[in-house]
């Protein structure tokens, strides 16, 4: 089993310009999680599924997208990069709701927004 | 804001001695999770407690539950330089009609040989 995966593992933006980030789960979870990672601020969820076809908003979501049209995949979109952007994204998933189950992390991708 | 508060954001320690990390919540948490992330890594699931006053052990790691369910804490005896990274403590918040994962901000352990 891979386990969670993520692609790519680095990116590198101009402001202005769109990417997807993808995340895929070979655990037959359900729950499925965005963050983002900044120095000294730990772990913001940006936005989250609890299943094929639902997603909802975490902490931050502004500027992100997502799309979970398969139960092993959830992509992040971003539309319009922006400096602000720059961080380091972690997907995550879960067999139950996060908040009382173990999660599983993805390796993370580094995007730098110029 | 975040809904749980972690302390220290840094600690360094000589090989050997011994480490704690805090993590405090303004309310009552149906429980709380703790995650260790090496550098350059991705964070990985320590331990999750859920009994008030609860306390388990993972060999020269102690994790605790308060008896109010307001506060948690990772001691470490006698640590080595394969403690290194950042632990997290993780707590449910309630968005909406559902709960999520809110983190603490960490605290980064360094180890001296």
């Known amino acids: 089993n891979a386990g969670v995966t993520q692609t790519p593992k680095f990116r590198v933006l101009k402001t202005g310009q769109s990417m997807t980030l993808l995340c895929a789960q070979d655990m037959n979870h359900e729950y499925m999680y965005w963050y983002r990672q900044d120095p000294g601020m730990g772990l913001r969820l940006i936005h989250y599924s609890v299943g094929e076809g639902t997603t909802a908003k975490g902490e931050v979501p502004d500027g992100y997208n997502v799309s979970r049209l398969k139960k092993q995949n959830f992509l992040l979109g971003l539309e319009s990069a922006a400096p602000s952007q720059t961080s380091v994204y972690f997907c995550?998933?879960?067999?139950?709701?996060?908040?009382?189950?173990?999660?599983?992390f993805g390796p993370g991708t580094r995007l730098t927004v110029l | 804001g975040q809904q749980v508060m972690q302390i220290p954001q840094y600690q360094h320690v000589q090989e050997g001695e011994d480490f704690t990390t805090y993590c405090n919540s303004s309310?009552?948490?149906?429980?709380i999770q703790w995650y260790k992330q090496r550098p350059g890594g991705h964070p990985v699931f320590l331990i999750q407690l859920v009994k008030s006053g609860e306390v388990k052990k993972q060999k020269r790691l102690t994790f605790q539950f308060g008896e109010a369910k307001k506060n948690s804490s990772l001691h470490i005896t006698a640590t080595q330089t394969t403690d290194v990274g950042t632990y997290f403590c993780a707590g449910p918040k309630r968005s909406g009609g559902s709960y999520i994962p809110t983190f603490g901000r960490g605290t980064s352990l360094i180890v001296h040989p």
């Open positions: 309310t009552t948490l149906s429980n």
């Open positions: 995550a998933s879960s067999y139950a709701l996060a908040a009382a189950d173990t999660q599983y």
